[in-house]
């Protein structure tokens, strides 16, 4: 019979007696206090107040067990996990709505307001944050979906629907030039950890793992990737003396030359083809200098689908194609990284995640044309990317 001396903290971490073991040692006590013959049945009331006594105790241990625990990245839940998070400069990401652009065509002098709606034809609406007069046949404003979260997320040219047409006389057409994205829903427990992972150095690092660590935590649905020069000549990647690059996907410009201002050491310069102004603290604004990467279409193709009619759902090849999309871009967590390589063996794990699936063939391929089992090598100033239509699934 396990002791009292081995609950609780040990040596080992905390241990949990289970509800048998502490049943066992109050009718082990019953016993010494009472005389091997006392009647501790579940029938008796001395044994239905030991019985009573475990449970309460059990309780009492599992709250031990979630305080102890609560301390620990693994471990932690909820509030607990994201105040740790805050030790090292993270904090939760939000749910938030995806963003993006509205290209609207009509009547030269018809004012757009804000608040004016369009629409995707399975019905997702978009609405316009700022306004302007249409010049020249078309004006771009900048636009967000009135729904929070993923479901937010659309490609390019799929925002066509005018839906307040009689509010705005004069506009003929609508369409969205670019993605609209960024939406998310409220981050999860396992997807904080995943992030917190990310992070390969401490708040106050200044190196260039720092720096797109901090990034990362602070600057929503983004990847990041540095490079540094520290010698007196320009090196073989165009590098200036004494300088970082820092290879950012996912935010906007101003948000990621901000964190990038916020953690580099003073009196490094910054080097890239993206750019934005930040004011100082002193109120001079510095250029801030960085780079997006180039971004790989990967092709994949899954054909031969053999599955289990009775649990494979509806939509199932709608959802394996969102599962491998999701593994490629890191619309759940994480996501292949910037020149990370496209394994072609890992997408099997992703496929069957989607239940029912019983077996299938799979390729990919980085041109839509020559599919292949090869991995797909990308390098450090490129992303995997990928979208529905690069996806088949038969």
Same mark, same amino acid.
């Given at each position: 019979?396990?002791?009292?001396?081995?609950?609780?903290?040990?040596?080992?971490?905390?241990?949990?007696?289970?509800?048998?073991?502490?049943?066992?040692?109050?009718?082990?006590?019953?016993?010494?206090?009472?005389?091997?013959?006392?009647?501790?049945?579940?029938?008796?009331?001395?044994?239905?107040?030991?019985?009573?006594?475990?449970?309460?105790?059990?309780?009492?241990?599992?709250?031990?067990?979630?305080?102890?625990?609560?301390?620990?990245?693994?471990?932690?839940?909820?509030?607990?996990?994201?105040?740790?998070?805050? !030790?090292?400069? %993270?904090?939760?990401?939000?749910?938030? @709505? /995806?963003? +993006?652009?509205?290209?609207? =065509?009509? *009547?030269?002098?018809?004012?757009?307001?804000?608040?004016?709606?369009?629409?995707?034809?399975?019905?997702?609406?978009?609405?316009?944050?700022?306004?302007?007069?249409?010049?020249?046949?078309?004006?771009?404003?900048?636009?967000?979906?009135?729904?929070?979260?993923?479901?937010?997320?659309?490609?390019?040219?799929?925002?066509?629907?005018?839906?307040?047409?009689?509010?705005?006389?004069?506009?003929?057409?609508?369409?969205?030039?670019?993605?609209?994205?960024?939406?998310?829903?409220?981050?999860?427990?396992?997807?904080?950890?995943?992030?917190?992972?990310?992070?390969?150095?401490?708040?106050?690092?200044?190196?260039?793992?720092?720096?797109? !660590?901090?990034? %990362?935590?602070?600057?929503?649905?983004? @990847? /990041?990737? +540095?490079?540094?020069?520290? =010698?007196? *000549?320009?090196?073989?990647?165009?590098?200036?003396?004494?300088?970082?690059?820092?290879?950012?996907?996912?935010?906007?410009?101003?948000?990621?030359?901000?964190?990038?201002?916020?953690?580099?050491?003073?009196?490094?310069?910054?080097?890239?083809?993206?750019?934005?102004?930040?004011?100082?603290?002193?109120?001079?604004?510095?250029?801030?200098?960085?780079?997006?990467?180039?971004?790989?279409?990967?092709?994949?193709?899954?054909?031969?689908?053999?599955?289990?009619?009775?649990?494979?759902?509806?939509?199932?090849?709608?959802?394996?194609?969102?599962?491998?999309?999701?593994?490629?871009?890191?619309?759940?967590?994480?996501?292949?990284?910037?020149?990370?390589?496209?394994?072609?063996?890992?997408?099997?794990?992703?496929?069957?995640?989607?239940?029912?699936?019983?077996?299938?063939?799979?390729?990919?391929?980085?041109?839509?044309?020559?599919?292949?089992?090869?991995?797909?090598?990308?390098?450090?100033?490129?992303?995997?990317?990928?979208?529905?239509?690069?996806?088949?699934?038969?």
């Amino acid at each position: 019979m396990a002791t009292e001396t081995e609950w609780g903290l040990t040596d080992r971490g905390f241990r949990r007696p289970t509800y048998t073991e502490l049943l066992d040692a109050y009718e082990y006590k019953g016993r010494e206090l009472f005389g091997g013959k006392a009647n501790l049945t579940v029938r008796s009331p001395l044994g239905l107040f030991m019985r009573i006594f475990a449970w309460m105790t059990h309780l009492l241990f599992s709250l031990l067990e979630a305080v102890y625990n609560s301390r620990f990245i693994d471990t932690a839940v909820g509030t607990s996990l994201y105040r740790l998070g805050k !030790a090292i400069g %993270m904090s939760l990401l939000t749910a938030r @709505k /995806a963003t +993006g652009e509205l290209l609207i =065509t009509g *009547t030269n002098g018809t004012l757009i307001p804000v608040g004016w709606l369009a629409a995707t034809g399975s019905g997702t609406q978009y609405v316009t944050t700022a306004s302007w007069v249409i010049m020249d046949g078309s004006v771009t404003l900048a636009a967000e979906a009135t729904i929070i979260g993923p479901l937010g997320n659309t490609d390019a040219g799929t925002v066509t629907v005018i839906v307040n047409p009689v509010a705005v006389s004069g506009v003929t057409a609508v369409t969205n030039p670019r993605a609209f994205g960024g939406g998310r829903a409220r981050e999860t427990d396992a997807e904080f950890r995943a992030r917190y992972y990310l992070s390969v150095d401490k708040a106050g690092g200044v190196n260039v793992d720092a720096i797109a !660590a901090a990034i %990362m935590q602070n600057v929503q649905n983004t @990847k /990041a990737i +540095g490079f540094e020069n520290d =010698t007196d *000549t320009t090196n073989s990647d165009g590098l200036p003396p004494h300088s970082i690059e820092m290879v950012v996907d996912g935010g906007s410009n101003e948000a990621v030359a901000a964190q990038i201002f916020e953690s580099k050491a003073g009196g490094i310069q910054t080097f890239g083809s993206s750019s934005a102004v930040v004011t100082g603290a002193n109120g001079q604004d510095y250029t801030i200098y960085f780079s997006r990467p180039e971004a790989v279409l990967i092709y994949v193709s899954v054909t031969n689908l053999l599955t289990n009619p009775l649990i494979f759902p509806p939509d199932g090849n709608a959802q394996i194609q969102q599962v491998i999309i999701a593994y490629i871009t890191g619309e759940d967590v994480g996501g292949i990284p910037i020149g990370g390589t496209v394994y072609y063996p890992r997408f099997a794990e992703e496929i069957y995640k989607v239940p029912g699936v019983i077996d299938f063939k799979w390729a990919i391929s980085s041109d839509g044309i020559n599919y292949s089992t090869a991995s797909i090598p990308i390098s450090n100033r490129q992303i995997a990317a990928t979208n529905t239509d690069s996806v088949s699934v038969t």
